[in-house]
């Protein structure tokens, strides 16, 4: 806006200035040569009228003086046809004939045809010229047909210093324009941008989760209506991000208790399943299959209501890191072994590779990992791990078709199935949430790609584990 101001103000001083300059130069440049040229006529008209016809070169001289000193403080040089080298001057000194430019000379001496618009054959000239550094005005005439020729030589030295004296205060005054201009746009800056940061500064408080950010909304402008919209706006979202976190606390204590309801009947279903399925083998051929459907269906909701449990402590914040210093190829092959997956699992784990982790979260992720890669994508699967620096790296790879695409942004979102028309799975769509999680309470996390042979899944974790992260439901993910 400085800029701005600073740039229109010089633009319109300078052109105000220059009109003026230059008008006033014209006005007076024209006035006083004007004046001079009146006056030499006047007085070489009134003394020319005693020079004798042939006049020898001291009564040229006689002339000259005369006039010159008769009117205006000027000088006059007059020369005569027939008289030789005749040439008087006021001031023989420094003003000669050399002086009068040459065009002037030239229509001094041109006759112009005598005819009704045009009652005389020569007539007054003049012209502006500098002299040695000092402006002049020059004038010239022929007296008459035989007379002598007359030049005028008046100084215009005056006339500079007043012009100069107007352009000094001229630009004085552009000066004081300018500063003005910008002391203005100073102050509208002041006024104008100072309330826009504040908003703007507002806006960012707002955008890092301080709802009772408001402004001062005072006066009846614009941007006093602005910050009434906007104290308005954060009231509004402050009302709706309490609602929100109200109804997502409810449901997070709803999960919990609904999960914690669950496993007291839960636990007796899962007593009496284990007691079915012993006994399967005696049950009537037409009764098993319903048995174990049942037993089958009893084991997936039992692992289910964990899995809820365990996401409702990862919302809540109430997820503890129970740390230890391990090896991390230990803690991989036996979770393979306790599974029985050694003869479908090709890991590359050197020994010696030690890490302050939690060894049951961390078996979580590992069981998750190559459970879903045997699952989903085929054996053999490949489990590489290697220590980078102060960070513990960890890719499984399957032999599978990989992950489509459009899937592998969502593979962490919770209860997210790629096929969308199935409608029942064997998991539960929470197993890779809970890694992520649990990969996260260590300070790491989990990648999904695809591979040259199928999808690779990478754990990175710290050697040492920094403070737990707060880990909200916003960020759950999902297994496929």
Known sequence: MIAVFAAVALATAVSASGIAYWLNRDAVLRRAQNTALNDFRVSLTRSVSDLPLNATCPQLATLAGVVATSGLNYQVV???????????????????????????????????????HNP?????????????????VVGGTKVVPSGPTAYMFKSLDTERADLNTLGWSLAIATLLALIGSA??????????????????????????GQLDTRLEAEGADELADLARTFNQ?????????????????????FVADMS????????????VTDILEDEAE???????????LV????????????????????????????ADEVDIADLIMSCIDGRAWYDAVELDAPRGILAVVDPRRLDVVFANLIG???????????????????????????SGPGIPEDVLPHVFDRFYKADKGRARSEGSGLGLSIAMANAQIHGGTITAANGETGAVFTLTFPVTPAAPPQTDGSTGQEST
């Open 233 to 253: 706006a954060a009231e509004s979202l402050g009302a709706q991000v309490q609602e929100l976190s109200a109804r997502e606390a409810q449901s997070r204590r």
């Open 183 to 208: 002391l203005l746009a100073q102050a509208a800056s002041a006024t104008v941008l100072r309330p826009v940061r504040k908003l703007g500064e507002a806006a960012a408080k707002l955008g890092k």
């Open 260 to 271: 914690h309801e669950l496993r007291t009947p839960l636990t007796a279903m899962t007593a």
């Open 120 to 136: 005389f054959a020569y007539h007054l000239y003049w012209q502006r010229v500098n002299l040695d550094g000092h402006p002049y």
């Open 282 to 292: 005696s049950l009537d051929p037409m009764i098993a299959p319903a048995v174990l």
């Open 78 to 116: 007059v020369t005569a046809e027939g008289q030789g080298e005749c040439l008087a001057s006021s001031d023989p000194d420094h003003f000669t004939l050399a002086q009068v430019p040459q065009a002037l000379r030239s229509a001094v001496d041109r006759p112009r045809e005598v005819d009704s």
């Open 295 to 322: 037993v089958s269906e009893t084991r997936r909701l039992s692992d289910l209501v964990e899995n809820l449990m365990e996401v409702t402590r990862f919302d809540a914040g109430t997820a503890k890191l129970v």
């Open 372 to 398: 879903n890669a045997l699952k989903h994508g085929g054996s053999p699967v490949r489990v590489k791990v290697r220590h980078d620096g102060e960070t513990v790296v960890v890719e499984v790879s399957d």
